[in-house]
């Protein structure tokens, strides 16, 4: 019998951990938020209302039924107020020795059954799993940026995750109104394995043909149908994660096309990390929201 989550632990309200806590409580689930400050934990606050208000304003949401998703959401920086959670999702920084640290502590504050869930991107979730006494309750969901926006949840199994776990999880997924897939603990997992290496091919076209970054998204949103240009879509992304994301790749499989290409190299050294820096490819309006 899978386990039934009723409340929600989200460790990390950076970007990812701030649209996972808000699609938890739009979805009606208790749900605690633990951040190393409060300072932290009032700003995604801030940002989760401040998207709310904006569903509001496009008639997505009532001002009832946001009010009843914030009431739902408490912060914290005490790992000990996620105790009663029944499913604990963990969106830090992607540094495996801090996943592994944190699942520890996390393993010593909640019940034996409470599911504990790494959002990571390229870390190996076996390697997660193995800091703790009972990996059986470890798995991977992995939500794409924006979380409250895009649909798709990989639900990742290691070799030792317990079934009723990764059912759990799920069917937690679907819950929350996402459409969750099944895959094992590879490297980049299913999008990842696949994006990465095809957006480093294209940031290399750009200088071997001699392409600028706006022709480049005409080419492959024109040409192939994507919804969004390559470049776009690492300004997006994130240069800096992107290029973290291509060396964990890349150190895992050791396939050329999976190494960050220089030129992203470069902007990541000056600062030009795209939305979230006011330039990447492109120019942003920093004062503007970075997703609907
Ligand atoms: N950004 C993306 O596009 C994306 C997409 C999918 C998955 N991910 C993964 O999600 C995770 C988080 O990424 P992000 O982009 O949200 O990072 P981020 O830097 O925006 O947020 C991380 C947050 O975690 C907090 N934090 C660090 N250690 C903590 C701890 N011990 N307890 C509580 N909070 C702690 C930090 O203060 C920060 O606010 C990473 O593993 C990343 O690989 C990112």
Not at 16 to 42: F, K, N
Not at 52 to 67: I, Q, W
Not at 101 to 108: A, G, N, P, T, V
Not at 210 to 226: C, F, I, K, N, R
Request: glycine share 8%.
């Amino acid at each position: 019998m899978p386990r039934e989550i009723g409340k929600v632990g989200v460790v990390g309200l950076g970007t990812m951990g701030a649209g996972i806590a808000q699609v938890c409580i739009q979805a009606g689930l208790e749900t605690v938020g633990r951040e190393v400050s409060d300072e932290l934990g009032e700003r995604a606050r801030g940002r989760i209302e401040h998207y709310l208000g904006r569903a509001v304003e496009k008639a997505r949401l009532s001002p009832e039924e946001k009010d009843a998703a914030l009431a739902r959401l408490t912060t914290s920086t005490e790992l000990e107020d996620l105790a009663g959670c029944d499913l604990v999702i963990e969106a830090v920084v992607e540094d495996l020795e801090a996943k592994r640290e944190l699942f520890r502590e996390l393993e010593r504050v909640l019940a034996p059954e409470a599911v504990l869930a790494t959002n990571t991107s390229a870390l190996s979730v076996t390697e997660i799993a193995e800091a703790v006494e009972h990996p059986d309750r470890v798995v991977g969901m992995h939500f794409f940026n924006p979380a409250p926006v895009l649909r798709l949840v990989e639900v990742v199994r290691t070799k030792r995750s317990a079934e009723d776990a990764v059912e759990a999880v799920f069917v937690f997924a679907e819950r929350v109104g996402k459409e969750p897939i099944r895959c094992d603990d590879t490297p980049g997992f299913v999008v990842n394995r696949i994006l990465i290496p095809l957006l480093n091919d294209c940031v290399r076209v750009l200088d071997e043909a001699g392409v600028s970054p706006e022709d480049l998204d005409t080419a492959m949103t024109l040409g192939v149908g994507w919804p969004i240009g390559p470049c776009a879509l690492i300004d997006l992304i994130g240069v800096d994660v992107h290029v973290h994301a291509s060396e964990a790749i890349h150190a895992a499989l050791g396939e050329d096309r999976m190494s960050p290409p220089e030129r992203l190299v470069r902007m990541r050294d000056e600062g030009l990390l795209g939305r979230k820096s006011g330039r990447g490819f492109f120019a942003y309006d920093r004062a503007a929201p970075d997703r609907p």
